[in-house]
C-alpha cells in the first residue's frame, strides 16, 4: 500500500517571499501521479498543481512549481511571490495508474496549514 | 453546470442514530468517492464506486454503507453513528481516464 507523509503540519511565511512545502511518499509502483491540493477555510477542495512519474520535467503552474525527486520519492511544492491569499490547509496526495482495486482513488499526506504574514 | 453537489453541509447526531449523505454529479462521470477528514490525518476513502452498479471498500469502511442509485449520485450511510464517526465528508468523482478529481463542499458531521 501506497503511504505518503507530510512532516510540516505548519509553516509560515511572509507575504511576497517564497515557500516550500515537504511531501515524501512511498510505493513500489514506477508510475503514477502526486498532487498538491489547497484547502481554504470554505473548505473545497482545489487543485493546486500535478505530476506525472514518468515525466522529468518539474510541473509549474503559475507561482506554484514541484520539486519532484523519483529516486528519493521526494515532491515538495514551492509557492513563489506568496500571497494572503495562498493562506490554506495544504495537501499532497498519490494516485497509481494501475487499474483494479486502485481505481483512481488518491492517499492523502497528514496536510500542512500555510500562513501568510502581511 | 453545480459540479459535485453534498447534503446536507451540517449535522448533528447523537450515539445510535442513522442518517444518509447525499451526493451528486453532473458531469457525467463513472467514478465517485467517498473520503473522511480529520485532523492530523488528511482524508481517507470510506468507500468508492468505479461505475453505475458497482461500489468497493476503500481504506475506512467499517460503519458505513454506500449505494450508487444511479449515474449521477453516491450516498453514504450511517446506520448507527457513534462519536468515532465524527468528522468532515467529502464526496468527489472523476470522469473516464481524467486525472482530477472533483470535490464537493463537505458535510460536517458531529456525533455526540
Known amino acids: 500500500a501506497q503511504t505518503v507523509t507530510q512532516s510540516q503540519p505548519e509553516m509560515s511565511v511572509q507575504e511576497a517571499e517564497t515557500v516550500t512545502l515537504s511531501c515524501t511518499y512511498d510505493t513500489s509502483e514506477s508510475d503514477y501521479y502526486l498532487f498538491w491540493y489547497k484547502q481554504p477555510p470554505s473548505r473545497q477542495m482545489i487543485l493546486v498543481i500535478r505530476q506525472e512519474a514518468y515525466k522529468q520535467q518539474n510541473a509549474t503552474e503559475n507561482r506554484f512549481s514541484v520539486n519532484f525527486q523519483k529516486a528519493a520519492k521526494s515532491f515538495s511544492l514551492k509557492i513563489s511571490d506568496s500571497q494572503l491569499g495562498d493562506a490554506a490547509m495544504y495537501f499532497c496526495?498519490?494516485?497509481?495508474?494501475?487499474?483494479?482495486?486502485?481505481?483512481?482513488?488518491?492517499?492523502f499526506g497528514q496536510g500542512t496549514i500555510l500562513t501568510v504574514h502581511p | 453546470n453545480a459540479g459535485v453537489t453534498q447534503t446536507p453541509k451540517f449535522q448533528v447526531l447523537k450515539t445510535g442514530q442513522s442518517m444518509t449523505l447525499q451526493c451528486a454529479q453532473d458531469m457525467n462521470h463513472n467514478s465517485m468517492y467517498w473520503y473522511r477528514q480529520d485532523p492530523g490525518m488528511g482524508l481517507r476513502l470510506i468507500y468508492y464506486?468505479?461505475?453505475?452498479?458497482?461500489?468497493d471498500k476503500g481504506e475506512v469502511p467499517n460503519g458505513y454503507n454506500v449505494s450508487r442509485l444511479n449515474k449521477r449520485e453516491f450516498s453514504l450511510r450511517l446506520e448507527s453513528a457513534a462519536p468515532s464517526q465524527t468528522s468532515v465528508y467529502f464526496c468527489?468523482?472523476?470522469?473516464?481516464?481524467?486525472?482530477?478529481?472533483?470535490f464537493g463542499p463537505g458535510t460536517r458531521l458531529t456525533v455526540t
Open positions: 496526495a498519490y494516485r497509481s495508474k494501475a487499474g483494479g482495486t486502485s481505481y483512481g482513488k488518491l492517499t
Open positions: 468527489a468523482s472523476r470522469g473516464g481516464s481524467s486525472y482530477e478529481q472533483y
Open positions: 464506486s468505479a461505475s453505475e452498479g458497482t461500489t
